[in-house]
T-cell receptor, first 112, second 116 residues
Framework: RKEVEQDPGPFNVPEGATVAFNCTYS??????FFWYRQDCRKEPKLLMS???SGNEDGRFTAQLNRASQYISLLIRDSKLSDSATYLC?????????????FGKGTTLSVSS | GAVVSQHPSWVICKSGTSVKIECRSL??????MFWYRQFPKQSLMLMAT?????????EQGVEKDKFLINHASLTLSTLTVTSAHPEDSSFYIC????????????FGEGSWLTVV
């Protein structure tokens, strides 16, 4: 099983749609969780941190389920500008130091 | 949020030469920095983890003698691609862990390397 798994998509949705991405992680000792957004030929940018209590920022809601070891991202009222690749990132602190584990990303395409 | 600056943004070099890329955390101390490579339409690939004051930890398949990483201070890590070849042409990105900020990872802007 891969350490962090995401459905690569692409998810093709119309403007205004609600879309949800999931990400599963295999190491129960994982400590921190994030969603990043990466536009084509650009660096990833932090979208939001993910907590068990949930985290909402405008049209974006992220949720962590530790028991099931998955992270979700919900985007409401999709905009054309939301088209990007969304990366799930897990941080694991172990004896060797900090391990930063990326999912391969989920591609979202929003069309008019 | 915290800022990570990477330089240069674009570099073209001749085959066989060496190129240095700098990664700086501008407003926080980064004990851990990460270096990635990304080929077109592919995922980020972790090359190495750089810890301040110690040797970098390289991922399997990454040649440590070819990709030299130095993390001499809490705000600067450098990646040197030695004896570059055209197949080294890629997008190189660094990131830094902002420990005081909940372990959030911030990325540099990336460096496009083209070896001709």
């Amino acid at each position: 099983r891969k350490e962090v798994e995401q459905d690569p998509g692409p998810f093709n949705v119309p403007e205004g749609a609600t879309v949800a991405f999931n990400c599963t992680y295999s190491n129960s000792a994982s400590q921190s969780f994030f969603w990043y957004r990466q536009d084509c030929r650009k660096e990833p940018k932090l979208l939001m941190s993910v907590y068990s209590s949930g985290n909402e920022d405008g049209r974006f809601t992220a949720q962590l389920n530790r028991a099931s070891q998955y992270i979700s991202l919900l985007i409401r009222d999709s905009k054309l500008s939301d088209s990007a690749t969304y990366l799930c990132v897990v941080i694991l602190l172990n004896q060797a130091g900090t391990a930063l584990i990326f999912g391969k990303g989920t591609t979202l395409s929003v069309s008019s | 949020g915290a800022v990570v600056s990477q330089h240069p943004s674009w570099v073209i070099c001749k085959s066989g030469t060496s190129v240095k890329i700098e990664c700086r955390s501008l407003d926080f101390q980064a004990t851990t920095m990460f270096w990635y490579r990304q080929f077109p339409k592919q995922s980020l690939m972790l090359m190495a983890t750089s810890n301040e004051g110690s040797k970098a930890t390289y991922e399997q398949g990454v040649e440590k003698d070819k990709f030299l990483i130095n993390h001499a201070s809490l705000t600067l890590s450098t990646l040197t691609v030695t004896s570059a070849h055209p197949e080294d042409s890629s997008f190189y990105i660094c990131s830094a862990r902002y420990r005081a900020g909940g372990n959030t990872i911030y990325f540099g802007e990336g460096s496009w390397l083209t070896v001709v």
